[in-house]
């Protein structure tokens, strides 16, 4: 059973600040965001037998994300460890806070006991940490292949990049191949698209043949040997 005695906690009440400014501005444009510094706690050495299992685990989470001053809560039953990105009392914000003893008591409540010998608490930098990290994703999370160093792949992506393109368009040429072969084999679905359908001026060749690679022509195609049959 879970300990959880519902998400009712004692926050700290929410403060005015008419000197707080929401935004930032970024590239020449203001962005409003709710939260400038921030604080992050990780709590260790948490024990398995509060947490149940990994169900539970999910479980605590879940009610943990469900507090207004909590911004993002992981709760890994592996590692036992706690981390939690909160709104403390004395942010400099207009939202809705908590204090370290309050969230440690809330954790108490599901059942959680926490040592203040294995907690950490840091200050974190929500629009550098969370908000960045969320909106600029492709300068932010761009990572070398596994084996090269990032000078290796700034060498080698100009050229990955080409033959990437080179083959997204060998792929749509195949796939207009195939289009047309299945039309002409199938004139009375072709005529249905396109009343002015015209089939390609060499001789006609089936499906299969299309795809195996045949040429059309008084000649045709050398075809393919099948051995063990």
Not at 28 to 45: A, D, E, L, Q, S
Not at 98 to 120: C, F, N, P, W, Y
Not at 194 to 211: G, I, N, R, T, Y
Request: aromatic share 10%; glycine share 6%.
């Amino acid at each position: 059973m879970d300990h959880s005695t519902g998400t009712n906690y004692q926050s700290s009440v929410t403060q005015t600040n008419a000197e707080f400014d929401p935004y930032i501005v970024e590239h020449g444009h203001k962005f409003r965001v709710p939260y400038h510094m921030i604080k992050k706690v990780t709590f260790t050495n948490v024990s398995k037998q509060d947490m149940i299992d990994i169900p539970h685990a999910a479980r605590l989470q879940y009610r943990l994300m469900l507090l207004e001053p909590i911004i993002k809560a992981s709760v890994d039953f592996t590692k036992s460890k706690i981390t939690v990105i909160y709104n403390n009392d004395d942010s400099d914000n207009n939202h809705p806070k908590i204090s370290i003893d309050a969230l440690r008591d809330q954790l108490q409540k599901e059942g959680i006991q926490t040592d203040t010998a294995h907690m950490v608490i840091d200050d974190y930098d929500y629009v550098k940490n969370f908000y960045s990290y969320a909106y600029n994703p492709p300068t932010i999370r761009e990572r070398a292949p596994y084996g090269y160093t990032q000078e290796q792949w700034a060498k080698l992506k100009p050229e990955w990049e080409e033959k990437l393109k080179k083959g997204n368009l060998e792929k749509v040429e195949k796939h207009k191949a195939f289009q047309q072969a299945y039309l002409e084999e199938n004139p009375e679905i072709a005529h249905k698209i396109d009343p002015h359908f015209k089939a390609s001026p060499h001789k006609k060749l089936s499906l299969k043949d299309k795809l195996l690679g045949k040429k059309g022509g008084s000649g045709g195609g050398k075809g393919f040997w099948f051995h063990g049959v």
